[in-house]
């Protein structure tokens, strides 16, 4: 049995809880608040800020894990570069987690020093330098603070009117102490996608079939697998994600996002060094493990003979429309459950808050089925589903 110290216990944290308590580990959650998803089928749990490296440190000391899993990007993440040199193994590697938490080290390691064809783009750590990168870059462009999830502090700008704002959003949309942003050139894309790709220690690199997505100022809202693609272009971003996780190094799941033009092709986009919100979809069945059972198996070694595609699959986020609720409840889980192959995930975050995801639902169809209907049953089913 290994220890596993989870930094970030949300929703995806949970279900990779789960999945490892299936096959035998012990969990230690941490977040910075108490009751956290993770929290509440961990086996052991501890609140502080992972931005404090001292309070880092003291909890490895404390608990002695054997593997260290960063799910969110607040953390001291330069601390785990001790950490590895003392034999803990961090996931996917104390590199990948180092340069995938800052948009700034990943996309100039995707651009500059591997030649993944990405968006034009340049950074600014205050307003004029941005008014200069947006002189460059042109309109409309997309702005981003360079550590940030779930879309907070995105805005794609159309007028140099709207920078202003546009800052003000990405400032106080940042994770962590870092105030910088990046300026994105506007991708004319047809659709986008996330392919979920597994690195493993001692075997071949997997990939996941595509998901397709929708997001919303950056923050996702529905997904959907396998996504239909020509085959040129699934091969340009299986060879896109298999340079960039090859040169970050280390074993585990990764979801890397790209956006597909069908005039220009494939552009990569971003990286997450950890199971994806999009990939929740695989919790539908529509593949033979879930992306945290795959991730589990990769951080443990363990083998993943094949990743098949069972069924076509859908999710479709359940959000908080009231301004703030502790202890929140819900109502109409019962309708939403009453049509064939379909479930539900209630993540049990503590408090609601306007917009919040605090669930997902999942829906399953036969492979080779219309994906329209299926997305369309998804949502409809999703929003029956209120939080109160």
């Known amino acids: 049995m290994k220890k596993i110290l989870l930094l970030g216990s949300g929703e995806l944290g949970k279900e990779f809880t ?11 959650a941490c977040d910075a608040y108490a009751g956290a998803p993770a929290m509440q089928v961990a086996d052991e749990c501890e609140v502080f800020s992972m931005l404090d490296g001292d309070a880092l440190q003291k909890v490895v000391e404390k608990h002695q894990p054997d ?7 607040a953390i001291r993440t330069e601390r785990l570069f001790d950490f590895e040199k003392k034999g803990i193994q961090v996931v996917p590697s104390a590199r990948a987690v180092n340069y995938t938490m800052n948009r ?3 996309r100039d390691l995707a651009a500059k020093e591997l030649g993944v064809k990405t968006a034009n783009y340049r950074y600014a750590k205050n307003l004029d330098e941005l008014k200069e990168a947006t002189a460059v870059i042109g309109f409309p462009c997309v702005i981003k603070p360079l550590m940030s999830s779930s879309g907070h502090g995105q805005s794609v700008v159309k007028k140099a009117e709207d920078l202003e704002q546009a800052w003000k959003e990405a400032s106080e949309g940042a994770r962590g102490d870092i105030k910088e942003v990046i300026v994105e050139q506007f991708i004319h894309f047809d659709y986008e996608i996330t392919l979920l790709t597994v690195t493993q220690k001692n075997a071949p690199t997997l990939f996941c079939a595509p998901i397709g997505h929708v997001q919303i100022s950056g923050d996702y809202r529905e997904s959907f697998q396998p996504m239909l693609m020509k085959p040129e272009h699934l091969k340009a971003a299986q060879d ?3 340079k ?5 190094t280390g074993a585990g799941i990764w ?6 033009s069908e005039k220009d092709g494939v552009y990569f986009s971003e990286l997450s060094p950890r199971p994806h919100d999009t990939g929740m979809v695989t ?12 991730h589990a198996r990769a951080v443990l070694g363990l083998p993943i003979p094949a990743i098949k595609q069972l069924r076509c699959g859908a999710s479709a986020v359940i959000l908080s429309d009231i301004i703030k609720q502790s202890q929140p409840e819900y109502t109409g889980i019962e309708d939403a459950l009453k049509e064939d192959d379909t479930d539900l995930r209630i993540f049990g975050k503590p408090v609601a808050r306007l917009h919040r995801r605090m669930g997902v639902m999942l829906a399953s169809a036969p492979l080779g089925s219309d994906l329209v209907p299926l997305r369309d049953k998804c949502k409809r089913l999703a929003a029956m589903v209120k939080v109160c």
């Open 18 to 28: 789960i999945a490892m308590q299936r096959l035998g580990q012990h969990v230690v």
């Open 104 to 106: 700034k080290a990943i």
């Open 283 to 294: 919790l539908s069945g529509c593949q033979n493990f879930s992306e945290f059972e795959l």
């Open 240 to 242: 896109m994600a298999a």
């Open 255 to 260: 979801g890397v996002e790209f956006f597909i």
């Open 244 to 248: 960039v996780t090859g040169a970050l």
């Open 67 to 73: 593997i260290i899993v960063p799910e969110i990007e």
